[in-house]
């Protein structure tokens, strides 16, 4: 990871391959939130640099449209989370998933507790 100040910042643009733009971004209790898309419904994220998975609660899964039928047919996969602990997430596929002008499509994520 290169960081820049912002001197350096105003003067060049970061050396970094493609196009580049900036996200809007929040402080909210210690995280770093921006808006994100998910099928098509509005959405927040935290924004976590050393995640290897996207994850979404249960609560927030069904409030985007993920049915419980859906998380209850869907695959499981055994999951150690940042305290050691061992969870049960189900792997579900989103149509699409847009964080500021990008759109992903058919994009995997882990729904829990």
Same mark, same amino acid.
């Given at each position: 990871?290169? #960081?820049? /100040?912002? =001197?350096?910042?105003? #003067?060049?643009?970061?050396?970094? @391959?493609?196009?580049?733009?900036? #996200?809007?971004?929040? $402080?909210? =209790?210690?995280? %770093?939130?921006?808006? %994100? ?9 935290? #924004? ?9 609660? =249960?609560?927030?899964?069904? $409030?985007?449209? %993920? /049915? ?6 869907? @695959? ?19 149509? /699409? ?17």
């Amino acid at each position: 990871m290169t #960081l820049h /100040t912002a =001197r350096v910042c105003r #003067l060049e643009a970061p050396p970094l @391959p493609g196009p580049t733009y900036e #996200l809007p971004m929040r $402080s909210t =209790r210690n995280h %770093i939130v921006t808006d %994100i898309e998910v099928n098509g419904m509005a959405s927040d994220a935290i #924004l976590d640099t050393g995640a290897n998975l996207h994850f979404l609660s =249960r609560p927030r899964a069904l $409030s985007l449209g %993920i /049915t419980a039928a859906e998380l209850a047919a869907a @695959p499981q996969r055994v999951v150690r989370v940042i305290n050691n602990e061992v969870q049960n997430l189900a792997v579900v596929t989103l149509r /699409t998933l847009r964080i500021g002008p990008e759109t992903m499509r058919d994009v995997p994520v882990m729904v829990g507790e």
